[in-house]
């Protein structure tokens, strides 16, 4: 099957810096991708919606200047965390959308764990 | 009202038990997901599924388009199943998952 990969796999960071994590469709090109966190004990939760050279779509609280995403090739979402505080420590996982025409579905990235201190 | 429900919660099984988890969804859906998130946050993905049945190795994913119902089976469970199950949802048509709160599974040698 497809497969989307993460990386990095874990990071920790001082508070104040940025961190980027990036999503891969490693096998197939992705004109869309989505980006999740997930809270410990909790599901995950879509955090924004992002198609290949065009601005990313994010859901209903979540800020566009603290999660900056970049969808630069059909293969590659960025997602950073600007000046990144502890309360931003938490699971992000992307997924990536196989284009329709080969079975419309999307498959998850392993997920990048990233604790702020 | 959750899109997607999945039973139970919270599961231990003795080593070698045959288990059984459950998902029931209410939206029209394009495929349905089962993921394993262990310890420390990993996600792999199980099956996707549109119709029907898989396997791989000890596990089985079903799927009843009718009945709306799906369930993920693992035979001769081990404790390195322990784990954290969750079922997601595609809705048909759109890009929006609905995930299940997940099943956290014990194995207990």
């Known amino acids: 099957g497809a497969v989307v990969s993460q990386h990095p796999s874990r990071v920790i960071c001082k508070s104040g810096t940025s961190v980027k994590i990036e999503c891969r469709s490693l096998d197939f090109q992705a004109t869309t991708m989505f980006w999740y966190r997930q809270f410990p004990k909790q599901s995950l939760m879509l955090m924004a919606t992002?198609?290949?050279?065009?601005?990313?779509?994010?859901e209903q609280g979540v800020e566009k200047d603290k999660f900056l995403i970049n969808h630069a090739s059909l293969t590659l979402s960025t997602l950073t965390v600007t000046s990144a505080h502890p309360e931003d420590s938490s699971f992000y996982i992307c997924s990536a959308r196989v284009p329709q025409g080969v079975g419309e579905t999307q498959y998850f990235g392993p997920g990048t764990r990233l604790l702020v201190l | 009202k959750n899109e997607v429900e999945q039973s139970p919660q919270n599961l231990t099984a003795q080593e070698g038990e045959f288990i059984t988890i459950n998902c029931s969804y209410s939206v029209g859906i394009s495929a349905l997901h089962w993921l394993q998130q262990h310890p420390g946050g990993g996600i792999v993905s199980l099956f996707m599924l549109s119709s029907g049945k898989k396997k791989h190795g000890r596990l089985i994913a079903t799927i009843n388009i009718q009945e709306k119902h799906s369930s993920l089976h693992i035979t001769a469970s081990h404790p390195r199943d322990s784990a954290v199950y969750i079922c997601?949802?595609?809705?048909?048509?759109?890009?929006?998952?609905?995930f299940g709160t997940g099943t956290s599974l014990t194995v207990i040698p």
């Open positions: 992002s198609n290949e050279g065009s601005k990313a779509t994010y």
């Open positions: 997601a949802a595609l809705q048909y048509g759109g890009n929006q998952f609905y």
